[in-house]
């Protein structure tokens, strides 16, 4: 049967279908048969209705006119809606005809191949031309009336020789390249990266939810937002400290810090505030060690817990004591506040202008709380709630959802099924290796995955730390250039498109459940959990072993 492109074309005319129909039956296995074909180049438009590839016959591109067309000294002319309209069959033909050959001949890989014989030729199945019809632009026998529409197989390939002006006709190799070149150049695939980007695209804006709570917070200054893994805090604290810093016509301007724990949440926040205007930006946006650096507060250690709980609070606090009124704030945001110790909130309430009165604005989620940290601020908040999920697909959703302490809506789109991949906790690391070399092969960029570990370190995720240090270390993360190796400790606040999750770890460690949940929330597109399914299921429940497919 001859080859068909496309295999089930649409037609706008019965003409051109019956035509197509009838050259479909007629033509062999070694023709090919394109229908609807368009081509724009510096010139116009083109159009080719058909265009039959012949090996040792020709290219002959047809043009077809149904209905009741005829010739006269005025030229050609059809009948539409009861009006006689002027048409140029013959033009149109010649015209995509030389277009199509340009095209072919200029492309690289036909190179010196040179001419081979291109012809045109008119169809029109339901008018008569008579066998003594003759006009200069066309021989008859490359016009096929009504009445040659039985033959119109074998006249097709006359029409190819016909027409050839002494060029070579095309071998099966030319047919096959003119059908590669006419299917274009560097063709493009299915890009998961692209419906990963789209889902982003729409989980950045605010919903009706978000656009409610912020209205909320303009009458109120001393508010927690509370929302689970994916519910959008973060972009919703980015937006306050926007509106708070700029003011309305309601509230005027005010100076404004944004904290969190994390160093890579950090980054984040500052590469999202640096692209605002610069009225926009808040005075300060970082880490709550940072905050202090400003202050000339001392670093040190994150693995010294006396430092971090008692000395540099207490250094910071009295330090806040006795800021100048220019440096202290309106108003202080806290992302990821389940972070912060007790003792951080007195220096955080000590930079305000008013302690008392001054804004104060807690995003937080109380599942995600995995340091031994169980602070929350000494001042009465208003609780706001966050419960549609719109960061993860509802296939990863639903698979960590079980361990969310409250009911979460999902509103994220739908992905691919959730993988788990079992093995035992120490070859963890060698098979989610290998899924994110799976990650690669189906196509997903590098800078889209992320290689996530629960217990010890992958050993890529040590030495980018000890090449770039901690800065340079999540530098690399939102610069997106490779995979990403990390630490669910790490990662609160942040996701990747892609995300292997390795439990390489027995289970038995404290909140063992909570880093679970914060590990398989960072993926928003696709997720894949490696691990000992024993320890799956111990840590996160049945509920969440059944539906990772955990028998």
């Not at 159009?47 to 030229?75: C, F, Q, R, T, Y």
């Not at 909130?345 to 604005?361: A, I």
């Not at 601020?377 to 698979?399: C, E, F, M, S, W």
């Not at 629960?454 to 250039?481: I, N």
Request: hydrophobic share 35%; net charge negative.
């Amino acid at each position: 049967m001859v080859r068909l492109i496309p295999e089930e074309p649409r037609f706008t005319t019965t003409s051109e279908q019956e035509v197509w129909e009838r050259l479909r039956a007629g033509l062999g296995a070694d023709d090919v048969l394109i229908a609807n074909f368009r081509l724009t180049d510096q010139d116009k438009d083109h159009e080719a209705d058909l265009i039959v590839l012949m090996p040792e016959a020709g290219v002959l591109v047809l043009e077809v006119k149904g209905g009741s067309v005829w010739h006269d000294e005025g030229g050609w002319w059809v009948r539409r809606s009861g009006k006689d309209e002027p048409t140029w069959p013959v033009d149109q033909a010649r015209d995509a005809k030389h277009a199509l050959r340009r095209y072919v001949e200029q492309d690289p890989r036909w190179g010196s191949r040179g001419h081979v014989a291109w012809s045109h030729g008119v169809v029109l199945p339901y008018s008569v031309l008579g066998n003594d019809f003759s006009v200069p632009e066309l021989p008859r026998w490359a016009f096929h009336d009504k009445h040659d529409q039985v033959e119109l197989e074998q006249r097709v390939r006359d029409n190819g020789w016909g027409l050839a002006h002494d060029h070579p006709t095309p071998n099966h190799d030319d047919i096959d390249l003119i059908v590669e070149i006419l299917s274009g150049r560097l063709h493009t695939a299915y890009d998961v990266n692209a419906e990963a980007a789209e889902r982003s695209a729409r989980a950045d804006r605010l919903t009706q939810e978000q656009d409610i709570i912020l209205k909320v917070t303009r009458l109120l200054r001393r508010v927690e937002v509370r929302g689970g893994a994916g519910s959008g805090k973060t972009v919703l604290a980015l937006q306050q400290a926007k509106e708070l810093t700029r003011g309305t016509s309601e509230r005027k301007a005010q100076r404004v810090a944004l904290l969190c724990y994390s160093i890579g949440l950090a980054e984040f926040l500052k590469r999202q505030v640096s692209t605002w205007p610069r009225n926009h930006r808040p005075a300060y946006v970082g880490t709550f060690e940072d905050f202090g650096g400003q202050w000339g507060a001392p670093k040190g250690s994150r693995e010294d817990s006396h430092f971090w709980e008692v000395t540099l609070p207490t250094v910071m606090g009295d330090l806040a004591e006795h800021l100048p009124e220019g440096h202290r704030y309106d108003a202080v945001i806290v992302d990821e506040a389940q972070d912060f110790a007790d003792s951080w909130w007195r220096p955080v309430l000590k930079s305000l202008r008013d302690e008392v009165e001054g804004g104060l604005y807690v995003y937080s989620d109380e599942n995600q709380r995995i340091f031994a940290r169980f602070g929350r601020p000494p001042v009465a908040l208003v609780p706001l709630v966050l419960d549609h999920n719109l960061r993860n697909t509802k296939q990863i959703h639903g698979a960590f959802g079980p361990l969310a302490p409250s009911r979460m809506y999902a509103q994220g789109g739908d992905g691919p099924a959730v993988r788990f991949v079992p093995c035992s906790s120490d070859e963890a690391i060698g098979h989610a290796d290998d899924e994110v070399e799976r990650l690669l092969v189906e196509g997903w960029s590098h800078g889209n995955i992320a290689l996530i570990t629960t217990g010890h370190r992958h050993p890529m995720h040590a030495d980018a730390t000890e090449r770039h240090g901690q800065l340079g270390y999540w530098r690399t993360f939102w610069e997106g250039d490779d995979v990403f190796y990390g630490h669910v400790l790490g990662c609160k606040g942040l996701e990747r498109s892609a995300v292997v999750l390795c439990v390489n770890e027995s289970g038995g460690r404290d909140r063992a459940r909570e880093r679970l949940y914060v590990g398989m929330s960072r993926a928003t597109d696709l997720l894949t959990v490696v691990g000992d399914p024993d320890v799956v299921r111990r840590v996160a429940g049945d509920e969440v072993a059944k539906r990772l497919g955990i028998c």
